[in-house]
């Protein structure tokens, strides 16, 4: 099926165009530089930034594509988990569109959507499942075991208060580097000693183990750099803070996700979300996977961050598998658990 996603549960306002598992467009415009000098994603200029790119994205990613408005087949939209504004903004796009051109619409999980972006990665291999997969971004850090993409996604931990790529954002406010954070510990990590500091994992202890086995806690974390930040006498070696902090974070990301892998017998691990960019992290889970004798998926970063390409492509996949689509009756849903895969499924008649 041709099928338009469109995804704006955070600042990006993502439009994709899939047929099948063929990539068509991917149309991306990011709120991000808006958002810059707050220091962090405001919900009302997200919000606003998605009403006014929407409709040129839209345009955009037909015009990529070569296909017009009738010849879809359906439309895809992100439901949640999310910002509400946000995400009610795509609905509303979403909705107006299925309505006035009578298609169906699929209202789908955006978390499960960064697990379809893998399928649409033309230059991998077919996804085997089941797969454990991690998803890292800004929002979100997911440890979820998939056995089937369209009917069972298991979320088996998430981080307990902050998100990996919000703490990168916190830390570099700390560290006096700009926002987002992400690309600014990473370069200043390039000349740094991951060793010199030993910063603390987050819920690793053997006594955290037996309930917190594949959970994430990233705010301990951030606040022992500030502690060590404030203690230290002199002119502050930012580099080796940058590099010790994310040694930390990417240590416990990896253990917890080949932890996984090795408790469920699953010798697959799939990566996503944007902290995906940082390249320490894809090292040492390929070096670590590799040891362990786990393969690892790592879909094009345009593929990793926040995208329309996979709502669309999720929602194929939910045709594919002879869903009906949603009725009109969902709106956005900011907490979203992973197990709803697709909201307001419409009843056979
Ligand atoms: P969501 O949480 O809804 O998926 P988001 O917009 O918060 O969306 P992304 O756009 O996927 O998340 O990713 C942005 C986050 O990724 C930011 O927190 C940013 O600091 C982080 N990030 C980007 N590049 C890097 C990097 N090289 N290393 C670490 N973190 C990075
Ligand atoms: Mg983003
Ligand atoms: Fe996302």
New binding site residues.
């Given amino acids: 099926p041709l099928v338009l996603g469109i995804e704006t549960?955070?600042?990006?306002t993502g439009i994709g165009i899939v047929r099948g598992r063929t990539l068509l467009s991917n149309t991306i415009a990011?709120s991000?530089d808006e958002h810059a000098r707050y220091g962090g994603?405001v919900p009302e200029i997200a919000a606003r930034a998605h009403l006014e790119a929407l409709q040129p994205a839209i345009e955009a990613a037909l015009r990529e594509a070569g296909v017009q408005l009738d010849d879809l087949d359906a439309i895809a939209v992100t439901s949640g988990?999310?910002l509400a504004g946000a995400l009610m903004v795509g609905i509303g796009a979403a909705k107006a569109l299925a309505v006035s051109l009578d298609k169906p619409l699929y209202a789908v999980n955006?978390l499960v959507g960064?697990i379809a972006a893998d399928i649409l990665d033309a230059s991998a291999p077919p996804l085997e499942l089941p797969t454990v997969a991690l998803?890292?971004?800004?929002?979100?850090t997911s440890l979820l075991l998939v056995r089937d993409l369209t009917t069972d996604v298991e979320l088996l931990g998430e981080t307990v208060d902050d998100?990996?790529?919000?703490a990168?954002?916190k830390v570099?406010r700390l560290l006096g580097l700009p926002?987002?954070?992400?690309?600014e510990?990473?370069r200043a990590a390039a000349s740094g000693d991951a060793h010199a500091i030993r910063f603390p994992r987050g819920l690793s202890r053997a006594s955290d183990l037996d309930k917190h086995r594949y959970d994430f806690s990233f705010s301990g974390l951030k606040t022992a750099v500030a502690r060590w930040t404030e203690q230290y006498d002199g002119e502050l070696p930012v580099a080796d803070v940058a590099a010790s902090f994310?040694e930390a974070v990417v240590d416990v990301l990896v253990t917890k996700a080949l932890a996984a892998c090795a408790d469920h017998g699953v010798p697959r691990l799939l990566l996503g979300?944007?902290?995906i960019?940082?390249?320490r992290?894809r090292d040492v889970a390929l070096a670590r996977a590799a040891e362990a004798g786990v393969t690892v998926r790592i879909p094009p970063l345009s593929l990793?961050?926040?995208n329309g390409a996979m709502i669309a492509g999720l929602a194929a996949e939910l045709i594919r598998s002879g869903r009906k689509p949603s009725t009109l009756e969902f709106g956005a849903d900011s907490t979203l658990p992973v197990t709803e895969i697709q909201v307001a499924e419409s009843v056979a008649v």
Avoid: K, Q, W
């Fill in positions: 549960s955070c600042d990006e990011s991000m994603v988990p999310g955006h960064h998803l890292v971004s800004g929002g979100h998100a990996a790529g919000e990168f954002d570099a926002y987002p954070g992400g690309p510990i990473d994310r979300g944007g902290v960019a940082n390249r992290l990793c961050t926040d």
